[in-house]
């Protein structure tokens, strides 16, 4: 059973490319919106040396900002103690900087209560090209590859493989937007069942770590996507015993808990 009264995904002012709506804002939302448990999940920081590939350089908090946070979302929690409010982090996984993001991250994970596990880059031949910075740089990616369904291939192989990582030193306890690259779904022509034996693989690799998914709303947000993330993926997701969090991706107050109706009246599997 999902929990509708539970947001997992939240950016937070500390965010680059979000917004600069104040914390208090996300939780009095939060309220408005009968959800009662929050997990503020802000881009962690990159390893240090590792380069964002973005054009705009602004996927993640900066180092320096990470004890503020981590000290915002404290004083947060005591200020609405009625709530179950949660410090996490969205965790880049970065193919081939593994190693880094475990030994760079690990000192913050005893004040962390969950955090996500997310894709955002993808490695072809060596480099690492953004999956969801903009319809632009995602059809170089569809280009490099060769095809839509093929960058889904190589998205959900890649995750795959990466969690072979001790994730959980970080507190990780569920993947972010598992099938992210349907962003920009509208662009191009593709079926899932073209991809299905890799996200099989995938979702039983899942099960087998004992992850969840994040339901992730902010794809209904998306004009070239309309459609949340995950929610296709959910009913066999739930077969294997993975559980499910909804997430709205809130980068901006407004958007805490989006989408959850929506997700209730339709999807009546969850
Ligand atoms: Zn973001
Ligand atoms: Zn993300």
């Known amino acids: 059973m999902i929990d509708f009264t539970r947001d997992g995904h939240l950016h937070t002012p500390f965010c680059p490319h979000g917004s600069t709506d104040p914390l208090h804002m996300y939780v009095e939302q939060a309220l408005a919106r009968g959800i009662k448990t929050l997990t503020f999940t802000e881009h962690a920081p990159f390893p240090a040396r590792f380069l964002d590939p973005t ?57 962390l209560d969950e955090t996500i596990l997310s894709q955002h880059f993808l490695l072809v031949d060596g480099e690492l090209l953004p999956v969801d910075f903009s ?3 995602f059809d170089t990616l569809v280009r490099r590859v060769g095809s839509f369904e093929e960058v889904m291939r190589r998205y959900y192989t890649a995750l795959e493989a990466g969690l072979a990582f001790p994730w959980e030193r970080l507190k990780v306890n569920r993947i972010g937007h598992i099938d992210l690259p ?9 079926e899932r069942k073209n991809v299905l034996p890799e996200q099989t693989r995938l979702l039983q690799t899942i099960a087998n770590r004992g992850f969840g998914l994040d339901v992730n709303t902010a794809g209904l947000r998306k004009p070239e996507c309309g459609q949340i993330y995950a929610l296709d993926i959910a009913p066999k997701a739930m077969s294997y015993g993975i559980p499910l969090v909804l997430g709205s991706d809130a980068h901006i107050a407004a958007d ?9 009246k339709k999807a009546t599997f969850l």
């Open 55 to 111: 054009p705009d350089k602004d996927s993640a908090m900066s180092v320096e900002s990470l004890p503020l946070y981590i000290e915002a979302i404290q004083t947060l929690k005591r200020s609405y103690p009625d709530l179950d409010i949660r410090l996490g982090l969205e965790i880049d996984y970065l193919p081939g900087s593994e190693s880094e993001t475990l030994a760079f991250l690990e000192p913050y994970s005893d004040v």
């Open 135 to 137: 319809a632009e740089t």
């Open 182 to 190: 349907i962003k920009y779904q509208a662009n191009y022509d593709w």
């Open 256 to 264: 805490v808990a989006a989408g959850f109706n929506d997700i209730q």
